[in-house]
């Protein structure tokens, strides 16, 4: 994005948290004990819109976890005060058998504040922030206390969506939706991608994600992982790609389902460290979301938020120095099959600038997806930026939002600045300003950094932040 045209992630996220475990090494196969499960199904609010699937979706896990023989305590429609007191019994459980691996599941409105998540209850005000925060329950505290009882292992499922809580509508949230939750040894999946919506499902019926998670419970044996892909690839295929579950897994401890039961053994040392997916900034080990290609290329996938900038810099640098003849050379090495993804990203900045060779920027688009796909952040956050000026917000919000989860600070305030205009995702003043503060560097701010803030700073001055998300 030229001129500060940069863009801002968003989450809609029916997440799943996985193991908090504390050791796994004595964890044998054979003797796991019954796994214990709590489902929560809130749908009828009193002050928001009713959700009236949540209970089908809970039925649906409940019949598919007892096949397993799982013990499963379900309950309906919980208030706020209800919710923490069956949070605090079931955690009182765990720490009289701690050898149960766990499963919890919330489906429900949830709503995110300022990078906090909060979980509702059906008497939850959603008239203001303030009422939101004050009557909501917590989900990393709800985390914390889950790993303070010390199951051996652990399974959370948070099934709400991002959406604006003073204007109801049938989707699963509330303010912008749940933030990201990292923590080691945990998978994170959710049912939607970085600040797009999930859709409830139609009347009578069960969500996407509710009836693709319980098909691939269905298929056993199988791991967590197997289970979250299949879910995640058949969400994807059955709304048409516009609904975009992820996961990211740093598990230290492979959870299988059986014919008949939950099985635990250690993670096997040679796939502890193996990469799938899109990788997070930070989040060691698997991800996977079905848009993108499986694998990320292994020499660019480590690198941190300051060397990626450095590349970027590096890479724009060669392009500037390159005579008519290098840049035909780049552009053939960069087109060949097994590129790396830096030449790749080479010749479509070459072909986007039109610099000293034709100027084709659907070449260039084709180019950087290849490259972006193999999770090369640069390439993702400079085909955010191309399909930004032609007008493709959907696409740019989707590349821009993975190469800001790598840290990447210019997307990051490309990111900020969708977000303030509400292209590509519900305008969002105070969200535009968390990505901002995000960006911050470390060091002494450039002249471009003062000039990008001054442009945020005035537009929210000038009556955004007014808009109540």
């Known amino acids: 994005m030229k001129d500060w045209r940069q863009n801002f992630g968003c989450q809609r996220r029916g997440l799943v948290l996985l193991p908090m475990i504390l050791s796994v090494t004595h964890v044998g196969a054979a003797d796991v004990p019954s796994c214990r499960v709590l489902l929560i199904g809130n749908g009828q609010y009193a002050r928001n819109a009713?959700?009236?699937?949540?209970?089908?979706?809970?039925?649906?896990?409940?019949?598919?976890?007892?096949?397993?023989?799982?013990?499963?305590?379900?309950?309906?429609?919980?208030?706020?005060?209800?919710?923490?007191?069956?949070?605090?019994?079931?955690?009182?459980?765990i720490r009289r058998q701690p050898q149960n691996p766990v499963w919890i599941s919330f489906a429900g409105h949830g709503v995110q504040l300022e990078g906090k998540n909060y979980l509702q209850g059906v008497d939850s005000d959603f008239s203001s922030p303030e009422r939101v925060r004050s009557a909501g329950c917590d989900l990393d505290e709800l985390l914390f206390k889950l790993q303070e009882a010390g199951p051996v292992a652990a399974v959370v499922t948070i099934d709400a969506c991002r959406n604006n809580p003073f204007k109801?509508?049938?989707?699963?949230?509330?303010?912008?939706?749940?933030?990201?939750?990292?923590?080691?040894?945990?998978?994170?999946?959710?049912?939607?991608?970085?600040?797009?919506?999930?859709?409830?499902?139609?009347?009578a019926s069960t969500?996407?994600?509710?009836?693709?998670?319980?098909?691939?419970?269905?298929?056993?044996?199988?791991?967590?992982?197997?289970?979250?892909?299949?879910?995640?690839?058949?969400?994807?295929?059955?709304?048409?790609?516009?609904?975009?579950p992820e996961y990211r897994s740093?598990?230290?401890?492979?959870?299988?389902?059986?014919?008949?039961?939950?099985?635990?053994a250690p993670l096997p040392v040679e796939n502890a460290s193996k990469t799938i997916g899109v990788q997070g900034q930070g989040r060691g080990g698997n991800s996977y979301r079905p848009d993108l290609a499986a694998l990320i290329d292994s020499a660019e996938s480590t690198l941190t938020p300051d060397q990626l900038a450095m590349e970027s810099d590096r890479l724009q640098n060669r392009m500037d120095q390159t005579d008519a003849r290098e840049a035909?050379?780049?552009?053939?090495?960069?087109?060949?099959?097994?590129?790396?993804?830096?030449?790749?990203?080479?010749?479509?900045?070459l072909l986007d600038a039109g610099r000293t060779v034709p100027r084709d920027r659907l070449a260039a688009i084709n180019l950087y997806e290849r490259a972006a796909a193999r999770g090369y952040a640069v390439a993702q956050m400079l085909l955010g930026e191309l399909l930004y000026e032609r007008r493709d917000f959907p696409g740019a919000y989707k590349w821009l939002s993975a190469a800001a989860d790598r840290g990447l600070r210019r997307a990051q305030l490309d990111l900020a600045q969708m977000k303030?205009?509400?292209?590509?995702?519900?305008?969002?003043?105070?969200g535009a300003l968390d990505l901002f503060k995000q960006s911050l560097p470390t060091r002494l701010p450039t002249p471009e950094d003062q000039h990008r803030a001054l442009d945020l700073m005035r537009a929210l001055h000038g009556g955004a932040m007014g808009s109540g998300r």
């Open 50 to 93: 009713l959700l009236p699937n949540t209970a089908n979706d809970v039925r649906l896990l409940e019949r598919v976890l007892r096949e397993v023989g799982a013990q499963v305590e379900t309950h309906f429609d919980l208030t706020q005060r209800q919710l923490d007191a069956t949070f605090r019994r079931f955690f009182e459980q």
């Open 168 to 203: 109801p509508e049938p989707t699963r949230g509330a303010s912008g939706g749940l933030a990201p939750v990292t923590a080691a040894g945990v998978l994170v999946s959710f049912s939607t991608a970085a600040y797009m919506r999930a859709a409830d499902g139609p009347n």
């Open 207 to 244: 969500s996407p994600y509710a009836r693709a998670l319980a098909d691939a419970l269905a298929q056993r044996p199988a791991t967590l992982e197997q289970i979250f892909q299949r879910a995640a690839d058949s969400v994807y295929r059955n709304t048409g790609r516009k609904q975009v």
């Open 250 to 264: 740093s598990l230290r401890i492979e959870w299988r389902f059986t014919a008949k039961n939950v099985q635990l």
């Open 328 to 349: 035909r050379q780049l552009l053939t090495n960069g087109r060949l099959a097994g590129a790396r993804p830096a030449d790749v990203t080479l010749a479509a900045m």
């Open 420 to 430: 303030l205009e509400g292209q590509g995702t519900p305008l969002d003043a105070r």
